[in-house]
């Protein structure tokens, strides 16, 4: 006879919220709900489930906060089936790494890794319209800015290039971690300091390889997109972390001023 590994013994209960929380997206699969389909009625859920209608009540709330559903009150009102946005489930997963101290270095350690695979795998279906929406956004930063407005509209116009490229991969997962890990870079405090300072920016090899990027995605040459996407990523991430490191430098400069002034003042 089998005996029972002890280690699960010991594993904690779930809520039973949690798992009616399961059960209804379960639910929505296998009944093949869409957006504005409506879930059974709250005392029907609560006979389905064997539930208490403030358990049911909290389950349905934990739907409503995930963006699974919305709930309605009123005449017609109910429990409906939302379709979750791709900014709002961005904006959760920004809430869950708030407090994480996110660095530049961690965001292009994933950059490096996933952004050539997005590059190959958009190749093959990326069509002549989307190739001339990249040759457009190039066309907003292919120039000095000629004000901080500018400046900033270019740095967010070179990350939407990525952006756009995602679109066309074949994997959606692999493309919305993409165009996540640009939105953290857009609201990363420190990435925004960078943005706004008037640095010189590698302006003319970005462009080169963003160009040699639609070369090899017209002719469908998937091997050479990703070679040249590694090798962008690879030279962003260094000049991003000497922008950081000349930033740092800066305000300790600035912050060590005002005491040595102090200093030669004192009697």
């Given at each position: 006879?089998?005996?029972?590994?002890?280690?699960?013994?010991?594993?904690?209960r779930r809520k039973?919220?949690?798992?009616?929380?399961d059960?209804i997206?379960?639910?929505i699969?296998?009944?093949?709900?869409?957006?504005?389909?409506r879930?059974p009625?709250?005392?029907?859920?609560?006979t389905?489930?064997?539930?208490?209608?403030g358990?049911?009540?909290e389950?349905?709330?934990a739907?409503?906060v995930?963006g699974l559903?919305?709930?309605?009150?009123?005449p017609?009102?109910?429990?409906f089936i939302e379709r979750m946005?791709?900014?709002?489930?961005?904006?959760?997963?920004?809430?869950f790494?708030f407090a994480?101290?996110?660095?530049i270095a961690?965001i292009?350690?994933m950059?490096k890794?996933?952004?050539?695979?997005?590059?190959a795998?958009?190749?093959?279906?990326?069509?002549?319209?989307?190739l001339n929406?990249l040759?457009a956004?190039?066309?907003?930063y292919?120039h000095?800015?000629?004000?901080?407005?500018?400046?900033?509209?270019?740095?967010?116009a070179?990350?939407?290039?990525h952006?756009?490229?995602?679109?066309?991969?074949?994997?959606p997962?692999l493309a919305?971690t993409?165009?996540f890990?640009q939105?953290l870079?857009?609201?990363?405090?420190?990435?925004?300091d960078?943005?706004?300072?008037?640095?010189p920016v590698?302006?003319?090899s970005?462009?080169e390889?963003?160009?040699?990027?639609?070369?090899?995605?017209?002719r469908?040459?998937?091997?050479?997109a990703a070679a040249?996407?590694?090798?962008?990523?690879?030279?962003?991430?260094q000049h991003?972390?000497?922008?950081?490191a000349?930033?740092?430098?800066?305000?300790?400069?600035?912050d060590?001023a005002?005491?040595?002034?102090?200093?030669?003042r004192?009697?």
């Amino acid at each position: 006879m089998n005996e029972i590994d002890p280690a699960l013994t010991d594993l904690p209960r779930r809520k039973r919220t949690d798992e009616i929380v399961d059960a209804i997206k379960r639910m929505i699969v296998e009944h093949g709900l869409a957006p504005g389909d409506r879930l059974p009625q709250e005392r029907d859920l609560i006979t389905q489930f064997a539930a208490s209608k403030g358990t049911v009540r909290e389950a349905l709330k934990a739907l409503e906060v995930q963006g699974l559903i919305s709930v309605r009150t009123g005449p017609g009102g109910g429990a409906f089936i939302e379709r979750m946005s791709e900014g709002r489930a961005m904006s959760l997963l920004s809430n869950f790494l708030f407090a994480k101290n996110l660095s530049i270095a961690n965001i292009y350690q994933m950059r490096k890794a996933l952004e050539p695979l997005i590059a190959a795998s958009a190749t093959p279906h990326i069509d002549e319209a989307g190739l001339n929406r990249l040759e457009a956004i190039i066309s907003v930063y292919d120039h000095e800015p000629a004000d901080a407005a500018e400046r900033w509209n270019q740095r967010m116009a070179e990350l939407d290039f990525h952006g756009v490229v995602a679109e066309y991969a074949d994997n959606p997962i692999l493309a919305f971690t993409c165009r996540f890990l640009q939105r953290l870079l857009k609201d990363l405090a420190i990435a925004q300091d960078i943005y706004v300072q008037p640095e010189p920016v590698l302006r003319q090899s970005g462009i080169e390889h963003q160009r040699d990027l639609i070369a090899a995605m017209r002719r469908r040459d998937a091997d050479a997109a990703a070679a040249i996407l590694a090798e962008h990523m690879a030279e962003a991430e260094q000049h991003m972390l000497g922008l950081q490191a000349r930033l740092v430098d800066r305000f300790l400069s600035e912050d060590a001023a005002p005491r040595r002034v102090r200093r030669r003042r004192a009697p």
